[in-house]
């Protein structure tokens, strides 16, 4: 094909709907090298930049000139919506194949056959679907291969989303001569010789330059959580425009949207789990919200250019994620990003690392699993032979499937061995990894200690040109914190419970001692709705629960009178009559104690109806529910047939999976109490 400058100027007008729009430096020429040259590109370019005005545009032109539709792999399809938008002012037709969408597959795969598609866009995870490979990229004459966020193919991208690695497998089978396109916003020379190793031959590079000048950035020690719940309470309504809120947990990203909102100030929590995420994308974009709270669910690809400010509640674990997180700011107008450091961060981060990969004791108990079971196991089969929890048994086969050769093989749900034995490859990878981790690690804290020159600092970490950088236009942010509002901050983290979801269905297999064979538990055998009064450990009442239940064996009569305040703003319909509390072998009065003082302050009475049969391991040395499950199995009992009448507060100090909770309110419940209402003094789980 002949290229034609007009053509691709005339589409950019189009889908950028500025009718003197320009191309920017480097665009037209990445779309040369691929849609003309049929080369194959890496683009390292920040982000607005304009890499996805590339892959359309040279889409165009090679649909244009009688080529097969472009394969686009993406992390983040669910925010490309502006993108996608752009694509269809330029007259590409793109459709999207994920797991969502079922539906839709049928649909699709017919209109791709009758050439009625351009563009697919797919996340790296159907590269192992069978149906996927054999209606699509079997029968598929590929025109073009993009790839986007190319940087989580590199083995710095491993733990993001470890499907990236069979890109390798693609790009070695492709024809020398078709186009192939990688992009990302942030690659140092390690992740890049990366690429250039995997998509090569013949791989070019188009990188532009780091610095953002538009960026003012700033970090803040403030190692107590209240001291920055307070700063943000501060300095958030004050700053112009909107923003974004980043955490490492999605229990911190629904705790500062709480605390903000009990401040006035208009902010919603995006998470992995929040509901509704493209409205709450479109509020931010038409600047309804002040900010969005949000976890890593809300990272690359998410487009707004004039977002005024990036701020981040805990240290990330690598310059790569904040220089993407904050590099979302700014693109438009003058922005802040600062980073706000607490003592926390380590242990979240820590623990981000060490879950990477699994261990040798997790990847030995899974294959165990399958060598005793020759006709193959689900994961939930799994779980109820191995003490590993869900998530840990997936990244296990995720990994495992993706070595080469792979010691095992899916089979419609289940998972079998096959033939290979796992190499020492993964373990070494695994221990340079986490060496790297480490380092990165480091080089954040290095980051947070800065007085100044901290674009420096990071364009000189992703191995850019640190001379001549602009330190920002914008004053720096206080760093002082208001006494009052952190006094307040303390009292709302006192204030604030946590719920307690009570379990509606049993376990695979059941409860084989008390005779439950599985299914739904009937609504009037279950417990309600509870409530747990903090996280194990955090700055409210966490700390002082864990002082209680280890040195002293004593639960704080403060704990006593937080819980009864909990209660009497809860107020639970219908109200309790009496109260109880869960039996242990192991500290027979610390949770009988507790409850007892409890039922006092309410004027209640107190009746220990349930015991204990026989000893088990604690709970926390279950890894998953179905273990949890079965280790409560014929462990709980009453004491009597007759119960006291009336609604009942169900007492615990802690509460993880809920199972110990669920199955002594079924007893309760199957013996004629009332409803049965679950009280923790804290709840686990609060790092994810």
């Not at 209606?135 to 073009?144: F, S, W, Y």
């Not at 990272?299 to 250019?305: C, R, S």
């Not at 890894?623 to 507060?649: E, F, I």
């Amino acid at each position: 094909m002949t290229y034609d400058p007009d053509r691709a100027l005339a589409l950019l007008r189009l889908g950028a709907g500025i009718a003197d729009a320009t191309f920017r430096d480097g665009q037209e020429a990445a779309i040369a090298h691929v849609a003309w040259r049929r080369g194959r590109l890496l683009v390292v370019q920040r982000t607005g930049w304009g890499k996805s005005f590339v892959y359309f545009i040279a889409t165009k032109l090679l649909r244009d000139a009688g080529a097969g539709p472009t394969l686009l792999v993406s992390p983040l399809l669910s925010l490309m919506r502006n993108q996608l938008a752009a694509a269809g002012r330029m007259g590409v037709r793109a459709a999207t194949i994920h797991s969502e969408n079922l539906a839709e597959w049928s649909d699709i795969e017919e209109r791709l056959g009758h050439g009625e598609i351009d563009i697919l866009l797919i996340s790296p995870e159907r590269l192992v679907n069978e149906r996927f490979i054999a209606q699509v990229l079997d029968r598929t004459r590929i025109g073009m291969l993009v790839i986007d966020e190319a940087h989580c193919i590199s083995d710095w991208g491993h733990d993001f989303r470890p499907h990236y690695r069979l890109l390798e497998r693609l790009a070695r089978a492709l024809p020398p001569n078709l186009p192939l396109l990688a992009t990302t916003a942030t690659a140092n020379q390690r992740v890049m010789a990366d690429l250039q190793a995997v998509l090569g031959p013949g791989l070019s590079v188009s990188s532009g330059a780091l610095d953002r000048p538009s960026l003012t950035l700033q970090t803040i020690r403030l190692p107590d959580q209240a001291e920055r719940l307070a700063w943000l309470a501060r300095q958030v309504p004050a700053l112009a425009g909107s923003g974004i809120i980043y955490t490492l947990t999605i229990r911190d990203a629904q705790l500062v949207t709480a605390w903000l909102q009990s401040r006035g100030i208009s902010v919603e929590a995006y998470t992995a789990r929040a509901e509704a995420r493209e409205e709450l994308e479109r509020a931010l974009l038409d600047n309804r919200v002040k900010a969005l709270v949000a976890t890593t669910a809300l990272g690359m690809g998410f487009d707004k250019p004039d977002l005024a400010f990036v701020i981040h509640f805990q240290t990330p674990g690598s310059v790569v994620a904040y220089y993407q997180q904050v590099g979302r700011a700014g693109r438009a107008c003058p922005a802040y990003g600062v980073l706000l450091s607490g003592a926390e961060e380590a242990a979240i981060n820590d623990f981000f690392v060490e879950s990477a990969f699994p261990t040798r004791e997790e990847v030995a108990l899974v294959l165990n699993a399958l060598e005793a079971a020759p006709e193959g196991l689900s994961v939930p089969d799994l779980m109820s032979r191995v003490n590993l929890s869900k998530g840990r048994i997936e990244k296990t086969i995720a990994l495992l499937s993706l070595e080469s050769p792979a010691p095992i093989a899916k089979d419609g749900p289940r998972w079998n061995l096959t033939a290979a034995r796992l190499g020492e490859s993964l373990w070494q990878r695994a221990e340079r990894l986490t060496a790297l981790r480490r380092e990165e690690q480091q080089e954040m804290q290095d980051y947070v200690a800065l007085a100044s020159g901290h674009m420096e600092f990071l364009v000189r970490a992703l191995d850019g040109d640190p001379s001549g950088i602009d330190p920002g236009r914008l004053p720096p942010l206080p760093a002082a914190t208001d006494p009052a509002l952190v006094r307040d901050a303390i009292a709302f983290l006192k204030r604030s419970s946590l719920p307690i979801e009570e379990r509606k269905q049993w376990p695979p297999g059941g409860l084989p001692r008390y005779g439950v064979s599985g299914g739904r538990i009937p609504a009037e055998h279950r417990a309600q709705t509870g409530r747990a009064l903090c996280v194990w450990g955090d700055a409210g009442w966490g700390a002082l629960v864990r002082e209680g239940k280890h040195p002293t064996d004593r639960f704080d009569d403060a704990l006593v009178s937080a819980c009864a305040a909990l209660i009497r703003e809860w107020s639970p319909q219908p109200v309790p009559t009496w109260v109880t509390c869960i039996p242990s072998q192991r500290r027979p009065t610390l949770v009988s104690d507790f409850a007892q003082r409890l039922a006092t302050a309410l004027s209640l009475p107190f009746d220990p109806v349930l015991i204990k049969t026989e000893p088990r391991p604690e709970q926390k040395t279950m890894a998953n529910s179905t273990q949890q499950a079965r280790n409560v199995d014929g462990s709980l009992a009453l004491a009597r047939a007759h119960l006291p009448v009336g609604p009942v507060l169900l007492v615990d100090d802690m509460v993880d999976s809920g199972w110990t909770l669920t199955v002594a309110a079924w007893l309760l419940r199957r013996a004629g109490s009332g409803d049965v209402w679950p009280l923790a003094l804290a709840k686990m789980g609060g790092g994810e």
